[in-house]
């Protein structure tokens, strides 16, 4: 029961979108991102592959960027810590730690984290 009434781990800080996502008007502001083109992108398959929590976060400590393909919304609190195109930061990664939560709206047939592949990331690039 002391889990339910301790406070969680507050939420992290805008992590921003992937540069292949940011505004068509080419802000250099990472909050400005094209959410519809990064939602509608993963409507292809071949363009995302589905990630355990630990396979995402050695990704994160080896450098890359790992990018969502959807809302990633841990269940409870039930509110988003990553929209489609946004880079998974190791503050958000430890923020879902803290949550000791097994579920999110961001699992896909593995039960897995969907992100885009390198070829989604190059090919919303040349369409910005």
């Known amino acids: 029961m002391l889990r339910l009434t301790a406070p969680s781990?507050?939420?992290p800080d805008f992590s921003g979108f992937h540069p292949s996502f940011q505004d068509a008007n080419g802000q250099?502001?990472?909050r400005g991102g094209d959410v519809r083109r990064a939602f509608y992108l993963s409507y292809n398959d071949s363009y995302c592959e589905y990630l355990k929590p630990e396979e995402v976060e050695?990704?994160?400590e080896n450098g890359e960027k790992v990018v969502s393909t959807t809302y990633v919304t841990p269940?409870?609190?039930g509110y988003p810590v990553l929209v489609p195109g946004q880079v998974f930061s190791p503050e958000i990664l430890s923020f879902m730690r803290s949550l000791d939560t097994p579920r999110s709206t961001?699992?896909?047939?593995?039960?897995?984290?969907?992100?885009?592949?390198?070829k989604a990331l190059e090919i919303a690039a040349t369409r910005a």
């Open 9 to 11: 781990a507050p939420l």
């Open 58 to 60: 050695q990704r994160v």
């Open 75 to 77: 269940y409870p609190p």
């Open 106 to 118: 961001a699992t896909g047939p593995t039960s897995a984290t969907g992100v885009y592949v390198d």
């Open 28 to 30: 250099a502001d990472p």
